[in-house]
């Protein structure tokens, strides 16, 4: 079950907060292909994982989810998930970013966040979905075409400029 990140739990002393550094480290691999982070993502700080989830917040219309092993929002987190509920140039909603915990991956938790964001968003009466994947992510162009994405453009980044693949799914 996906539960809202809250503005507290990026308080310095929460725990959730230490929680989220320690799935931002243990996904250096991807940090490295994105340049986030500098040049040693496996030693991203907890105020660095706060300042980019700020960041998120802070654009009109970003939900962060997260995602824990027991359905009621307790248990281990084990995944961090951003959506866009209306892209300014297409009007649909996009996946922003989509972390799961390193130790765990190939377990379907990816899948499973995934899944719950599109039911998510069919609820509300969504068409499709789209994301951004960077070029250089073979992983998670596998992943996301796995899961019925297909693309339909390539283009830079609106943030950084890397050069991304846009993929599209009906919902």
Avoid: K
Wanted: charged share 25%; proline share 6%; with cysteine.
């Amino acid at each position: 079950m996906l539960n809202p990140l809250r503005t507290w739990d990026l308080s310095p002393s929460s725990p959730v907060l230490a929680e989220l550094a320690e799935l931002y480290a243990g996904n250096a691999d991807y940090h490295r292909l994105s340049g986030d982070f500098g040049d040693r993502p496996e030693e991203v700080t907890a105020a660095q994982v706060a300042a980019a989830l700020d960041a998120e917040l802070a654009e009109p219309g970003v939900e962060v989810l997260l995602a824990r092993t027991g359905g009621d929002g307790g248990g281990s987190l084990t995944g961090v998930v951003a959506v866009l509920d209306t892209h300014p140039a297409d009007g649909l909603p996009w996946i922003g970013l989509l972390l799961v915990d390193a130790r765990r991956r190939g377990r379907g938790l990816g899948r499973a966040v995934a899944e719950e964001v599109h039911d998510r968003l069919r609820e509300r009466g969504r068409p499709a979905v789209r994301l951004a994947v960077l070029e250089n992510n073979a992983a998670a162009l596998a992943f996301w075409g796995a899961l019925g994405y297909a693309e339909i453009d390539r283009r830079p980044d609106r943030q950084a400029g890397r050069d991304c693949v846009v993929m599209h799914r009906p919902l």
